[in-house]
Nanobody, 126 residues
Framework: QVQLVESGGGLVQAGDSLRLSCAAS????????MGWFRQAPGKEREFVAA????????SYADSVKGRFTISRDNAKNTVYLQMNTLKPEDTAVYYC???????????????????WGQGTQVTVSS
């Protein structure tokens, strides 16, 4: 069983930056592929970014490419999402997710992950 705890959300203005963190329990964090997803009111949960277990591979949704950066620190059991130039349409609850991975793969769909955090709210005002 893995527990994920997100932090770093808040209320910001358009153009500001935020860094989300997701701390994972357990001793095998370096074997987990990680992802960030978000869900706005009335919408389905959508992919934001993913990182392979070594951190060598990353992927981003087109809507955040060039503005968001996913990274991880395996020594701290933590994955980050640096969000720059935030827009009102980035407003959502942000979730981190993980799954065990035998290879250095990326996973881009909600169904690929079996552990989820509780989410952190990000609100961007115009």
């Amino acid at each position: 069983q893995v527990q994920l705890v997100e932090s770093g959300g808040g209320l910001v203005q358009a153009g500001d930056s935020l860094r989300l963190s997701c701390a994972a329990s357990g001793r095998t964090f370096s074997t987990y592929a990680m992802g960030w997803f978000r869900q706005a009111p009335g919408k389905e949960r959508e992919f934001v970014a993913a990182i392979s277990r070594t951190g060598l591979s990353t992927s981003y949704a087109d809507s955040v490419k060039g503005r968001f950066t996913i990274s991880r620190d395996n020594a701290k059991n933590t994955v980050y999402l640096q969000m720059n130039t935030l827009k009102p349409e980035d407003t959502a609850v942000y979730y981190c997710a993980c799954r065990s991975s035998g290879y250095d793969y990326l996973f881009l769909t909600t169904g690929a992950y079996n552990y989820w955090g509780q989410g952190t709210q990000v609100t961007v005002s115009s």
